[in-house]
């Protein structure tokens, strides 16, 4: 599915990404934990193609396709999905124009027939009800005067209606209560299928409670430090990063 | 003095009912002469198109296509390079109303003409006095008291190459009485039209007002529209602008009255390296008004808006309610947007505001947008469109609406971002 090869990005010439590995096969699901300032924000944005992220040196494939090759909108087509972890606000569209166009384009991409008005409508509102959002959303501005837990939950049901292949979740437990994780944690859990892959970005164990992650990877210092199973997040919950040494602190610094 | 207004003036023939007028045009043009750069007027408009130019006289021109707003049915009138070819007294109009030519014999049309002729209309605007003094081909549309025509008049100004074209409208609205007028303006050769509209609407009468200032190129486009309001009197306009090499609208709305509501939607798109200017002044002379004014524009590379709004609130105007709001987005570092709201209060009870803001392509939002897949031209309109889009939504006429929205979203779609 993904498999990210020695990667080193920048922002603003600071090198943040150092030398990062990731194989990620289908219906996997990899939590990604670190320190702040460790790079998990920035690698959903490199992988994703954001303006001003520079790739200097190593290789990143979705599907055996070159992801750096390719511009934003043509990555989110080819199947990549990332849920922000501060959803923009757009006011002036409607969730549901732009929910419309999306979902018309990865359509497209697959050879489909654009849904009409009324098709979209129908599955817009399954995908409403899934995530526990008021169907009015739907005719709001893209994100405009969400709350921060409406604003994540309205991220999974974007991604419940792109159906992507890969999913970068990132922080999509911040700023939420209990029943609201466990919602946003039901609708990611809901398109779990065997083939659907999912890197979880989170800095709590919390959420890996909700989402049962494969493989869970410590990321410091822009590469990953170490790897283990969900034992790990439960490690990192106990006794913090001081095991990471040197690292950790470089991180912080 | 410029070759061109020279020749304006030595062209001028005054004749008919309307000397009075024009011979008063004429006067204030020879004394104020060619407006110096430091104008305010003209500031940031550079009048050089013009200045230099050879006047040339109308003649009789050839129909060129007239463009068709889909699914309305209005009674169109059409002035190519300055000529009415629409033979108004062939017109179905519907009873209530009359459509006759300013060329008129009868000396109660010509009383109703003179009564708004040259009289809504303030004499600072240069291009309008030179209007008042050579305009030979013009409309009178009166609508009688208490009498609502739903039907739509559509006046329609083309201008082939290499032309001078000055055309009036004139409107008297009695009343009670309601109507909709559409001034619609385009082509993009080398030509120059001056197109004034002057509108007298009584007592609580209505009028749905359009201006279609479409254009372009090499065409130079100087006009206005102007409207007196009297007791209770409503006007919705809504007017459209693209550039040009030199593209002037003046609007001016006199509330004479109290109780009387103007609200007026403006929008501009302009594509690379045009120019287009809006000078708006609301009078508000007479206690109880409402104005509000969105005017709302997108400057592509290279473009120029001018955007001047004026309120003006008179020591007696008490009670006023005043919103005038302009908002832009440039395209690129090398737009430019001058604006200026104005408010000037001298009455103490009074609510009003007044703001301009100029926006740049938001970054963030476009890219959340491509994350999901949505194509680059896309979001950008749906990105950069919404606020004009809400002008749009809020055009009264459905077809007007419908007609509106594809060819802006389509013309801002083909604007370059840079």
């Known amino acids: ?253 | 003095m410029s070759q061109w207004l020279e020749q304006v003036i030595d062209a001028a023939q005054i004749s008919d009912y309307l000397a009075p007028v024009r011979q008063q045009a004429l006067e204030k043009l020879k004394a104020d002469g060619w407006p110096a750069r430091r104008n305010e007027s003209w500031r940031f408009t550079p009048l050089t198109p013009v200045e230099k130019r050879e006047a040339k006289q109308a003649v009789q021109a050839d129909s060129l296509p007239v463009p068709a707003i889909d699914n309305l049915n209005a009674i169109d009138l059409v002035f190519v390079d300055g000529v009415l070819v629409t033979q108004v007294n062939t017109l179905n109009v519907p009873a209530g109303m009359s459509i006759t030519s300013l060329n008129n014999d009868d000396t109660a049309t010509q009383q109703a003409i003179s009564s708004v002729y040259g009289q809504v209309k303030p004499t600072r605007h240069m291009f309008g006095l030179v209007n008042d003094a050579l305009c030979q081909h013009g409309i009178f549309i009166n609508v009688e008291a208490g009498v609502k025509i739903d039907t739509p008049v559509r006046i329609v100004n083309m201008a082939s190459q290499n032309v001078d074209a000055h055309t009036r409208v004139v409107v008297k609205v009695a009343e009670g009485a309601s109507a909709t007028v559409i001034e619609q303006g385009f082509g993009d050769a080398e030509s120059l039209t001056t197109a004034f509209a002057e509108y007298d609407l009584a007592d609580d009468a209505h009028l749905e007002h359009y201006r279609f200032a479409m254009f372009t190129g090499k065409a130079k486009q100087l006009g206005g529209s102007h409207f007196k309001l009297h007791n209770r009197t409503t006007l919705n306009s809504t007017m459209v602008g693209y550039g040009s090499e030199l593209s002037r609208l003046d609007v001016d709305i006199h509330h004479a009255g109290e109780f009387a509501d103007a609200k007026m939607n403006a929008i501009y798109l302009l594509a690379e390296g045009e120019l287009f200017d809006l000078h708006s002044t609301i009078e508000h002379a007479m206690p109880n008004g409402t104005t509000e004014e969105n005017a709302r524009g997108i400057v592509g590379d290279k473009a120029r808006a001018v955007f001047n709004g004026r309120i003006h609130i008179h020591r007696d105007a008490q009670k006023t309610l005043a919103e005038l709001n302009n908002r832009n987005l440039l395209l690129s570092r090398r737009g430019v947007i001058n604006t200026k709201p104005e408010l000037e209060i001298y009455a103490d009870d009074v609510k009003c505001a007044h703001g301009a803001t100029v926006a740049e392509i938001e970054e963030e939002a476009l890219y959340y947008m491509l994350t999901r897949g949505v194509s680059r031209s896309k979001a950008l309109v749906m990105l950069n469109f919404g606020f004009i889009q809400e002008l749009i939504n809020d055009v009264p006429n459905a077809a007007v609406r419908e007609w509106l929205a594809p060819i802006l979203s389509e013309r801002f779609a083909q604007m370059e971002v840079k």
């Open chain 1, 1 to 253: 599915m993904l498999s990210i090869k020695n990667l080193h990005a920048s922002v603003e010439e600071k090198n943040i990404i150092k030398g990062l590995n990731l194989e990620v096969k289908p219906g996997e699901v990899h939590a990604i934990m670190g320190p702040n300032g460790a790079g998990k924000s920035t690698l959903g944005y490199v992988l994703s193609g954001r303006d001003g992220y520079e790739v200097s040196e190593g290789e990143a494939t979705l599907n055996g396709k070159d992801l750096l090759e390719l511009e934003v909108e043509e990555r989110a087509r080819e199947g990549l999905f990332l849920a922000f972890q501060y959803p923009v606000e757009i006011p002036g569209v409607s969730n549901m124009e732009f929910m419309k166009e999306s979902v018309n384009a990865m359509r497209e991409q697959r050879g489909e027939a654009p849904l009409t008005a009324a098709e979209f409508l129908k599955k817009a509102k399954e995908a409403c009800k899934q995530v526990q959002l008021p169907l009015d959303f739907l005719k709001r501005g893209v994100n405009e005067g969400f709350s921060g837990g409406e604003k994540k939950r309205n991220e999974i049901m974007q991604m419940i209606l792109l159906e992507p292949k890969l999913c970068i979740l990132d922080e999509s437990d911040s700023g939420l209560d209990v029943d609201a994780l466990q919602v946003v944690a039901d609708g990611v859990n809901s398109q779990r299928d065997g083939e659907r892959s999912f890197i979880v970005v989170t800095h709590y164990q919390r959420l890996l409670d909700y989402i049962k992650p494969d493989f869970v990877h410590i990321l410091a210092d822009g590469k990953i430090v170490k790897s283990g199973d969900a034992s790990l997040a439960l490690e990192v919950e106990k006794s913090g990063y001081a095991f990471l040494g040197k690292a950790y602190e470089e991180a912080e610094a």
